[in-house]
């Protein structure tokens, strides 16, 4: 039988405890095997972000693998110390009897701030109390192989393929585009854009969120040298295997350069296809290396105090100035998008039941994945979906929510359970329909499935817990 619990923060305990039993729902259970006799997922409030823990239990023995541990806006009300109260709990939860706490693996999905910010040591050290619960495995995207250099034309073999190295060069681009992501969130500073205060505020927002986090990327890649590192691909293995006896993993992406040969003869057309950026990432973060230096870009021309701006060319001037704007803001969405895409998507399966983390795989990197039938049937039966990138509209694709066979309109026991971990305001607008989490979606979560969003838990609720039992 499955529980549903919101889990409160320490300081409401003590008021948790006149409040309603937990609401239950019961699932069928699986036979007996080797496999875990539980599963608890914790969905952390982290505002927008990601955060999720996951507690395998066995007869002798608890497994617990965290996914995601980051956020760039708080949640409503939150404590300025939000972020380590979730690292505090998440040690609490992974501290066995004798007093130690384990951490068996983490899966840093990709390398968005809001999915690994809280590995950062800086500040408050959150990464620090997951570091020193020693994990033993640390799963990436293959395009965050520290082995693979950015001028790389070849990424190294990972970890469990032992296979031919994969062309690499896209590495390259993902350090240019967060280069670039440098200046435009620099950019969205400038008054002169002629930008709303909104629009400005997002541009910054997306800008700063495809930084590179040093201090967290640092940090992941010790915690890997010190225990194993995994730096998977779509069909790769996701060294879990020994972690997990009894659980099946399949990592559907996101897929490497020579998968997406196939997909890009058959989508050429498609503009958002994100294997086609890397060269255009390269001259974008020139221009943006440029925009931000402070060296002249003629050090040796005679220079001359400029003159006031005639007024018949005023209006034109400002017009440029609005257009470069939403260009540039045309640029951080697809540098976003970009990044998204070489998201890790893992499929849990597990006394009879399967649990889907895609991260914020939007659609170019599904359609690897969605172009098996294979992995189309694994789809088919999945009764728990973490919903993909905050609710955006773009990260559920049609043809993936499609396949779920245990969506319902009316409550069931096998009916698909979809959790999301979302704040509103952050991405899109309601205007454009491009709002996160997108209203159409969030109206079809809720009509056919159990549906679940981190907004909607008190600021005194740390987190909601499921717990299957099998």
């Known amino acids: 039988m499955a529980k549903i619990q919101l889990k409160r923060s320490a300081p409401a305990q003590k008021k948790a405890a006149k409040q309603a039993p937990a609401k239950k729902v019961a699932v069928?259970?699986?036979?007996?095997?080797?496999?875990?006799?539980?599963l608890t997922l914790r969905a952390y409030n982290v505002g927008f972000g990601d955060c999720f823990l996951l507690t395998f239990e066995y007869p002798k023995l608890k497994r617990r693998i965290l996914i995601d541990y980051g956020s760039t806006a708080a949640p409503r009300n939150a404590d300025d110390d939000y972020m380590m109260a979730?690292?505090?709990d998440i040690e609490a939860q992974c501290t066995d009897a004798d007093g130690v706490a384990r951490l068996d693996a983490v899966v840093a999905t990709h390398r968005h701030r809001d999915h690994i910010s809280g590995f950062s040591t800086d500040g408050d050290n959150t990464g620090g109390v997951i570091a020193r619960m020693n994990p033993g495995l640390v799963i990436q995207p293959w395009t965050e192989d520290p082995d693979a250099q950015p001028?790389?034309?070849?990424?190294t073999a990972t970890t469990f393929t032992g296979g031919k190295p994969d062309p690499k060069a896209f590495i390259a681009s993902l350090h240019n585009m967060n280069r670039m992501a440098g200046a435009i969130a620099e950019a969205s500073r400038d008054e002169h854009l002629g930008l709303s205060m909104r629009m400005a505020s997002q541009m910054g927002f997306l800008g700063d969120n495809n930084l590179p986090n040093k201090s967290a990327v640092v940090n992941l890649i010790e915690m890997g040298k010190k225990g194993r590192a995994a730096y998977v691909n779509a069909g790769s293995k996701s060294g879990l295997e020994p972690v997990l006896p009894g659980v099946t993993v399949h990592?559907?992406?996101?897929p490497n350069l020579k998968q997406t040969q196939s997909i890009k003869k058959e989508k050429d057309r498609d503009a958002n296809e994100f294997w086609q950026f890397a060269a255009f990432w390269q001259f974008q973060a020139a221009a943006g290396e440029s925009v931000d230096s402070k060296v002249p870009l003629f050090p040796?021309?005679?220079?001359?105090?400029a003159h006031a701006i005639p007024a018949n060319v005023r209006w034109f001037v400002g017009r440029a100035q609005k257009i470069r704007g939403e260009q540039l803001m045309e640029l951080v969405r697809s540098l976003d998008t970009a990044m998204n895409n070489t998201s890790v998507i893992l499929l849990f399966q597990v006394g009879g039941k399967s649990f889907l983390f895609p991260g914020d795989a939007q659609i170019e990197n599904w359609q690897f994945a969605l172009s098996q039938e294979p992995i189309k049937e694994m789809l088919k039966v999945v009764d728990v979906y973490k919903v993909g990138h905050h609710g955006s509209l773009n990260a559920t694709p049609k043809s993936l929510w499609a396949l779920f066979e245990h969506k319902h309109e009316t409550p069931?026991?096998?009916r698909l359970t979809t959790v999301v971990s979302t704040k509103p305001g952050k991405h899109g607008s309601v205007q454009s329909h491009t709002e996160v989490p997108r209203s159409t979606l969030v109206a079809?979560?809720?009509?056919e499935s159990e549906y679940f969003s981190t907004q909607d838990l008190l600021k005194s609720q740390i987190c909601r817990e499921y717990v299957f039992e099998f």
């Open 28 to 38: 069928k259970k699986a036979a007996a095997g080797n496999g875990p006799s539980k």
């Open 251 to 254: 990592v559907l992406g996101p």
């Open 412 to 414: 069931a026991p096998e």
């Open 86 to 88: 979730i690292a505090k």
């Open 444 to 447: 079809e979560l809720q009509k």
């Open 151 to 155: 001028n790389a034309e070849e990424a």
């Open 300 to 305: 040796d021309a005679e220079a001359h105090e």
